[in-house]
């Protein structure tokens, strides 16, 4: 019998979800980081959206916000002219970074030791984490405010998105490398770095670049004006949300439109592919984000499947051999209920 | 394919959310060194267990009972002593689940009786009411 998907709501938030980054896969599961209007960016566990803690501090809306690979940091960019870096194990603010105008966006390097902030002064600043007073790195050329501004090509490269163009800059040698132009408002940008690809989205179309020589890779158009994208790291699907509230995956490779969901009360802001692909985390003007699974029906993290008492013949034996980590996997989500529900353990029919 | 009756993914539970007033990161919640291997030394982390799951034991009891007082104040009459010396009595009706409010009926003040009210918990010194 098809499943049909049942999106995970995680409330508290009291305003619209402007932003959301996931961490890397780390011993202890991985993160999700929500960045709100309200001030107040929420950290959560990645794979259930359980909420862990609050970043207490911002005096403005927060526009960005990031976690580094391990999740042990995150950093976030708001209206009060600020960008904050946290402990993210503790929750306490570790630096406050000034700036001359509202900050857009953060994003640490691979080894944590640089923090690249972007915003409306249009200028990208390099942070040493090592050195909090010191004075950032400036990178200055865009005649706009700075949307998004991220790492890339192993943090060698950086990748910067004002209202209508999108640069490549080299780190080293804090110059202009490329830039692309654009006749319509520029919503949102991603990196992929296996495969050095570049995600943008821009009015109704979702566009794939190279982030090395940006040149175009393919586009799909969508039915409504998109506000984000993400690639799934295994590249076979995408998914994307923007104004018609609606959540669309589409195959990668053939461009097919796959599924729509319907859900959210409000535009979507952000839309984020977990580290592993499992499922995808959406954040709306609605204040809400939402989990969604990639492979729907599927046993993983507070979704678990459950077969049909009544069978073509295949019935649910009670001793089956699982492949060992789906059965710690079950085990897990078990035992966070008293009385489990299902006696058997069961087998995801694809 | 999808057939018309297409029943939803069953969840265990919903993703839980901010607690109250908290800034969250629970001590107990954060991040504790990985489980080692080997256990150390096998009785040491038996007794440590004990000692916690009896202290665990002991606060559950005590919850349940504080919980089952408050079901049997249900309805009965209540003298609250507040602060200032004030002392109200009233028809206990019910709590919040956080126990910061309480719903009483006929709350006789000293300027008059109230059909319904709120009496927040944190103004509250003491009650008494018999069983």
Known sequence: MAMRQTPLTCSGHTRPVVDLAFSGITPYGYFLISACKDGKPMLRQGDTGDWIGTFLGHKGAVWGATLNKDATKAATAAADFTAKVWDAVSGDELMTLAHKHIVKSVDFTQDSNYLLTAGQDKLLRIYDMNKPEAEPKEISGHTSGIKKALWCSDDKQILSADDKTVRLWDHATMTEVKSLSFN???????????????????????????????????????????????????????????????????????????????????????VRFSPDGELYASGSEDGTLRLWQTVVGKTY?????????????????????????????????????????????????? | ??????????????????????????????????KPEVPEAPEAPAVHECQESQEQRARAVLRERYLRS???????????????????TAHF???????????????QTPIGVQAEALLRCSDIIAYTFKL
């Open chain 1, 184 to 270: 319509m408002s520029v919503s949102s940008m991603d990196y992929i770095p296996e495969g050095e690809i570049l995600v943008i989205t821009y009015g109704r179309s979702i566009a794939f670049h190279s982030a090395v020589s940006l040149e175009p890779i393919k586009s799909f158009e969508t039915p409504a004006t998109i506000n984000s994208a993400s690639l799934h790291p295994e590249k076979e699907f995408l998914v994307a949300g923007g104004e018609d509230f609606k959540l669309y995956k589409y195959d990668y490779n053939s461009g097919e439109e796959l599924e729509s969901y319907k859900g959210h009360f409000g535009p979507i802001h952000c």
């Open chain 2, 1 to 34: 394919m999808q057939t018309p009756l297409s029943s939803p993914v069953p969840v265990l539970r919903l993703p839980r959310g901010p607690q109250g007033l908290s800034r969250g990161f629970a001590p107990d919640g954060r991040r504790a060194p990985l």
């Open chain 2, 93 to 107: 009706g019910a709590t919040d689940v956080d126990v910061a409010n309480f719903y009483v009926l006929q709350l």
């Open chain 2, 70 to 88: 408050l079901l049997a104040m249900v309805g009965r009459q209540v003298s609250f002593t507040l602060h200032e010396g004030v002392h109200v």
């Open chain 1, 301 to 350: 993290g507070l979704w678990k499947c459950v077969l049909p008492e009544e069978d073509s013949g295949e019935l649910a034996k009670p001793k089956i051999n699982f492949p060992e980590t789906t059965e710690e996997e079950l085990e897990e989500i078990a035992s966070e209920n008293s009385d489990s529900i299902y006696s058997s353990t069961p087998e995801v029919k694809a």
